[in-house]
């Protein structure tokens, strides 16, 4: 038999804080009787531990990990500037420090949630238990919190001397240092405002090469032909390519173009998968339903099928091995048409591969000479001083360029680092220059520009960037996904007067400045929608990964071994088993990108595997169930689970995700959820959630306690008497600044006016309906994009009030005048869409200096439209103009010739007469493939002429 009291002894002892009119109740009620002269001085001993627990300790943890992350980046900067490999006792000790770090990150999260969670009541039995597991919990991370602070102060008294250099400074030691750089203020701001996008037709030295593959392509002979370009890494490859691929001649010489990036390692299956969709998509019919599941011979026949008298151009895009066209070749057609594949690879060994089978001409691209270098260099350094060095650095300019080999990623990115140097002084830009030193030959651009300007970042934007290692080599990644999931893992610091999305954007901005992270497309106001990072930039991503215990990736090749602490999990495999070899509870985020899925019985187990998860994301394959115990993971803040395949339905979420008090992002995407639980208002930190006709019925009474949604996206409404009550409840979100609500009715117009205008931080809206919303009158201050689906009749007098709109889209509004009038007087709309039936009036007319700003145009469906008329001195600025089922015109616009920066035109589904009139024999208005430098046409089934 144990003794009671020795028992009691070592129960209390370990107790979390409790306080004395709560503790003695239990230990009465529930515990062994005993004296209460014994328990008093554990009880005394217990509560002097609580006090100083909750805020000087979580802050002061705070401050250590700030210390000890800012001292990692710099050990490591040291590491990677010795000439030899740096000492394994360094790293070790990094190890040991990061190992750290992760444990006081874990620390503060479990203590912050515990603390906001409410205490249960310890007066009733249920309540006592649970109240004493709460408590013993707390004190069990106040435990933790004084043996890691022990650990990290042994670590500091070993590293006092200067046998390894290997120092810690409190953040006040540190000082300026805590920032890699010593940004100008004006400048940064001024960078962070401009525009970053550089096009392809910007980067310089290019013209010759494109020309000269441009005749290879368009003028060479009629037998298919394997045109490469060859050389290294970093030199502009696929920027070249890219050039020729959008060129006005290619455009027009195949009616076909297809790109597709290889990289390394490379699956054939998926290679081939996506070849086949876009074939499928430029064709206007719908891939095959099994596509998923067909092996490599069924895809070879399947591409060659497709491509049978077609004359096309296909780019492969950073081709690594020289098996690859042996991989390939069966799928290609000849059909003497003179269809061509464009390949870029850093090897010659792979150009000369195609020999056996096809006709091969080569380029080896050259580098910039020096007046093209410093003509680039200027372009990123210089961009706010209209591309001009000022007088007192054009010597230390040359200086720096002529370091670069005339590799044009090197010269943008050292461009884009100096863009934030001091311009005033020469000191600053001298000393950069002495510290550019040619490194190990192999990896010549990776070491000797790309590790010094990711160490001239502070630590929170090397964490942005480093997080482009969970995503595979190439891939293109939205900018909004991305930035949700920085804020997830906390790597944006508040800035006041800015929300964390728009301090995050910032940091996007910086490193796009800086040539790290490319811009792939650009939305109307010059903003990036997807970016990725060059392959050479990844390569160091992955190597900083491995030193920094930043991420693991499990590859199909089992690349990546997970030894260690993982905090990031990349999952790039269709294996089944996958969880075999994945048990780690220290996982804070898995991802799986595209075009991988999950199979649900995976997803099953995160919930019990990944408790400590914050960010999930993946596409699922087949049926989505949602794990029921999903409340389980209460530091969730990122949850993306969609299907592979639009349409696909969750039956239910969990009621339990209203447990998961720390979501910030719910992202189902197109998947269909039946049931939306109403426990789903509990989560006051969402601020994003978006899913497929998301019906809010049974949330009508809480939604509206929901005040920390920024965005709420494809909301739809059923015809249901309550409705009225949704809509009037989302009136109390007035921090929402996209929504998208569907199935509206003419008798929810009062109501709904009524409730976005009290949403004064509104800037994307839609609204669509299939009734009159003549009704509809709105006020928002910050509107930016508004798409309004329904009757109209007349343009609505609040819309030209919007003084700050650059998107309008209409659609099925019947307006029965020309819109244009009411329209111009907006200064900054940069594009209008005019849908199906938006307007049903036979012309309309674009006067003298109408629209001054205007870029895109879209008349989509407008079937009582006869004629187009443009006035010289209107739409100056216009670059994208389609006209799409315009069954009634016969001719294009009149005054089209005064359209100068026209770039894009796009031709579909128009009378015969009007087709007629762009033929190759003398139609009438042929004159505009001169004038544009892309024109599209097609004919009424989609397909290309």
Same mark, same amino acid.
């Given at each position: 038999m144990c003794d009671p009291c020795a028992t009691v002894d070592s129960c209390v002892r370990d107790l979390l804080p409790l306080a004395r009119d709560h503790l003695l109740p239990v230990a009465r009620k529930y515990l062994f009787p005993i004296a209460l002269d014994h328990l008093l001085p554990i009880l005394k001993e217990t509560v002097n531990m609580i006090r100083g627990v909750p805020n000087d300790k979580i802050a002061e943890m705070k401050n250590e990990l700030e210390t000890i992350e800012e001292f990692i980046h710099q050990t490591d900067k040291m590491a990677d500037a010795e000439e030899a490999n740096p000492s394994d006792e360094t790293r070790k000790k990094i190890k040991q420090l990061i190992e750290a770090s992760f444990r006081i990150q874990d620390l503060i999260d479990e203590y912050i949630i515990r603390e906001e969670q409410q205490l249960p009541d310890p007066g009733c039995a249920a309540g006592a238990s649970d109240y004493v597991k709460t408590k013993m919990l707390r004190l069990q991370i106040a435990h933790d919190i004084q043996n890691i602070k022990s650990q990290i102060n042994e670590m500091k008294d070993m590293s006092t001397g200067q046998d390894h250099g290997f120092q810690i400074k409190s953040s006040s030691e540190q000082g300026s240092s805590s920032s890699a750089i010593n940004l100008n203020a004006t400048l940064l701001q001024n960078l962070r405002k401009a525009p970053f996008y550089m096009k392809e037709a910007d980067v310089v030295g290019f013209e010759k090469p494109r020309d000269k593959l441009v005749d290879w392509l368009v003028k060479g002979r009629d037998e298919f032909t394997v045109v490469s370009v060859v050389a290294m890494g970093g030199q502009g490859k696929t920027t070249l390519a890219r050039k020729v691929f959008d060129s006005k001649e290619v455009m027009e010489h195949f009616g076909y173009r297809v790109w597709i990036t290889v990289s390394q390692p490379y699956n054939i299956e998926e290679l081939l998968r996506k070849l086949l969709k876009e074939l499928c998509e430029q064709q206007k019919v719908n891939p095959l339903q099994n596509i998923q599941e067909m092996n490599k011979e069924s895809l070879l026949k399947g591409v060659r099928y497709y491509l049978e008298e077609k004359r096309y151009v296909v780019v492969f895009d950073d081709v690594w091995e020289k098996s690859f066209w042996a991989d390939i070749k069966y799928a290609m057609s000849d059909n003497q048409k003179g269809c061509r594949i464009l390949m870029t690879t850093r090897n010659m060994d792979v150009a000369t591969s195609c020999r056996e089978s096809s006709f091969v001409e080569i380029h080896e691209l050259k580098r910039l000479e020096d007046e093209q270098s410093l003509k680039l260099f200027n372009k990123k350094a210089f961009f706010d001083l209209d591309e001009v060095c000022p007088v007192n650095l054009i010597d230390i300019s040359s200086k720096i360029v002529k370091k670069c080999g005339g590799l044009p990623l090197a010269i943008v990115v050292i461009g884009g680092q100096l863009s934030c140097k001091n311009r005033n002084t020469?000191?600053?830009?001298?000393?950069?220059?002495?510290?550019?030193?040619?490194?190990?030959?192999?990896?010549?651009?990776?070491?000797?520009?790309?590790?010094?300007?990711?160490?001239?970042? @502070?630590?929170?934007?090397? @964490?942005?960037?480093?997080?482009? !290692?969970?995503?595979?080599? *190439?891939?293109?990644?939205?900018?909004?996904?991305?930035?949700?999931?920085?804020?997830?893992?906390?790597?944006?610091?508040?800035?006041?007067?800015?929300?964390?999305?728009?301090?995050?954007?910032?940091?996007?901005?910086?490193?796009?400045?800086?040539?790290?992270?490319?811009?792939? @497309?650009?939305?109307?106001?010059?903003?990036?929608?997807?970016?990725?990072?060059?392959?050479?930039?990844?390569?160091?991503?992955?190597?900083?990964?491995?030193?920094?215990?930043?991420?693991?990736?499990?590859?199909?090749?089992?690349?990546?071994?997970?030894?260690?602490?993982?905090?990031?999990?990349?999952?790039?495999?269709?294996?089944?088993?996958?969880?075999?070899?994945?048990?780690?509870?220290?996982?804070?985020?898995? %991802?799986?990108?595209?075009?991988?899925?999950?199979?649900?019985?995976?997803?099953?187990?995160?919930?019990?595997?990944?408790?400590?998860?914050?960010?999930?994301?993946?596409?699922?394959?087949?049926?989505?169930?949602?794990?029921?115990?999903?409340?389980?993971?209460?530091?969730?803040?990122?949850?993306?689970?969609?299907?592979?395949?639009?349409?696909?339905?969750?039956?239910?979420?969990?009621?339990?995700?209203?447990?998961?008090?720390?979501?910030?992002?719910?992202?189902? !995407?197109?998947?269909?959820?039946?049931?939306?639980?109403?426990?789903?208002?509990?989560?006051?930190?969402?601020?994003?959630?978006?899913?497929?006709? +998301?019906?809010?019925?049974?949330?009508?009474?809480?939604?509206?306690?929901?005040?920390?949604?920024?965005?709420?996206?494809?909301?739809?409404?059923?015809?249901? *008497?309550? *409705?009225?009550?949704?809509?009037?409840? $989302?009136?109390?979100?007035?921090?929402?600044?996209?929504?998208?609500?569907?199935?509206?009715?003419?008798?929810?117009?009062?109501?709904?006016?009524?409730?976005?205008?009290?949403? &004064?931080?509104?800037?994307?809206?839609?609204?669509?309906?299939?009734?009159?919303?003549?009704?509809?009158?709105?006020?928002?201050?910050?509107?930016?994009? $508004?798409?309004?689906?329904? $009757?109209?009749?007349?343009?609505?007098?609040?819309?030209?009030?919007? &003084?700050?709109?650059?998107?309008?889209?209409?659609?099925?509004?019947?307006?029965?005048?020309?819109?244009?009038?009411?329209?111009?007087?907006?200064?900054?709309?940069?594009?209008?869409?005019?849908?199906?039936?938006?307007?049903?009036?036979?012309?309309?007319?674009?006067?003298?200096?109408?629209?001054?700003? +205007?870029?895109?145009?879209?008349?989509?469906?407008?079937?009582?439209?006869?004629?187009?008329?443009?006035?010289?001195?209107?739409?100056?600025?216009?670059?994208?103009?389609?006209?799409?089922?315009?069954?009634? %015109?016969?001719?294009?616009?009149?005054?089209?010739?005064?359209?100068?920066?026209?770039? *894009?035109?796009?031709?579909?589904?128009?009378?015969?007469?009007?087709?007629?009139?762009?033929?190759?024999?003398?139609?009438?208005?042929?004159?505009?493939?001169?004038?544009?430098?892309?024109?599209?046409?097609?004919?009424?089934?989609?397909?290309?002429?």
């Open positions: 020469i000191h600053e830009w001298d000393k950069f220059n002495e510290n550019i030193k040619p490194k190990l030959k192999k990896d010549f651009v990776i070491n000797t520009f790309l590790v010094p300007s990711y160490h001239d970042l @502070s630590y929170n934007l090397k @964490s942005c960037l480093l997080y482009f !290692g969970i995503y595979p080599e *190439d891939c293109e990644v939205k900018s909004k996904r991305l930035i949700r999931q920085w804020i997830a893992e906390g790597f944006i610091k508040e800035e006041e007067g800015m929300t964390l999305e728009e301090v995050a954007e910032g940091y996007l901005t910086e490193l796009i400045h800086r040539s790290l992270v490319q811009v792939v @497309s650009i939305n109307i106001r010059g903003r990036a929608q997807f970016c990725r990072v060059h392959d050479l930039v990844h390569n160091m991503i992955l190597k900083k990964c491995e030193d920094l215990s930043f991420c693991k990736n499990i590859s199909e090749d089992g690349q990546s071994a997970l030894n260690g602490i993982v905090r990031r999990l990349s999952i790039r495999t269709y294996s089944d088993n996958i969880m075999e070899s994945i048990e780690s509870s220290q996982v804070r985020s898995l %991802l799986v990108p595209r075009p991988y899925t999950l199979d649900e019985s995976v997803v099953r187990q995160i919930t019990t595997k990944y408790r400590l998860l914050k960010v999930f994301d993946a596409e699922l394959a087949g049926e989505i169930k949602v794990p029921e115990d999903l409340g389980s993971l209460n530091h969730l803040k990122y949850f993306s689970i969609k299907a592979a395949e639009h349409g696909t339905a969750v039956t239910a979420l969990p009621k339990s995700i209203g447990m998961l008090e720390n979501l910030e992002t719910l992202d189902l !995407g197109y998947t269909l959820v039946f049931d939306i639980p109403k426990e789903i208002c509990k989560l006051r930190k969402l601020r994003h959630f978006l899913g497929c006709e +998301l019906n809010l019925v049974q949330l009508k009474d809480d939604i509206g306690g929901m005040t920390s949604l920024q965005t709420l996206w494809r909301v739809c409404l059923n015809e249901n *008497d309550e *409705d009225i009550e949704v809509i009037e409840e $989302l009136g109390k979100l007035k921090q929402l600044k996209e929504f998208n609500l569907r199935g509206v009715m003419g008798k929810h117009m009062s109501v709904l006016s009524s409730s976005i205008n009290k949403m &004064q931080q509104m800037e994307n809206l839609s609204i669509d309906s299939d009734e009159d919303i003549t009704d509809l009158e709105l006020n928002l201050p910050k509107l930016r994009s $508004l798409a309004l689906a329904g $009757l109209l009749v007349k343009l609505p007098e609040w819309i030209p009030k919007h &003084q700050n709109l650059f998107q309008l889209r209409l659609y099925a509004s019947k307006l029965t005048e020309d819109p244009m009038k009411l329209l111009k007087s907006m200064p900054n709309l940069l594009s209008i869409t005019l849908g199906v039936d938006a307007y049903v009036g036979e012309t309309l007319h674009f006067q003298n200096e109408w629209f001054k700003n +205007l870029k895109e145009l879209y008349l989509l469906g407008l079937h009582d439209l006869k004629s187009i008329l443009i006035d010289q001195g209107a739409l100056p600025s216009l670059e994208k103009l389609s006209l799409l089922r315009g069954h009634r %015109l016969r001719r294009f616009p009149i005054g089209i010739q005064h359209l100068k920066k026209l770039e *894009d035109l796009s031709i579909a589904s128009t009378s015969e007469e009007f087709t007629a009139n762009f033929l190759l024999n003398g139609g009438k208005d042929h004159w505009i493939f001169k004038q544009v430098p892309s024109v599209q046409i097609y004919d009424v089934n989609g397909k290309s002429i």
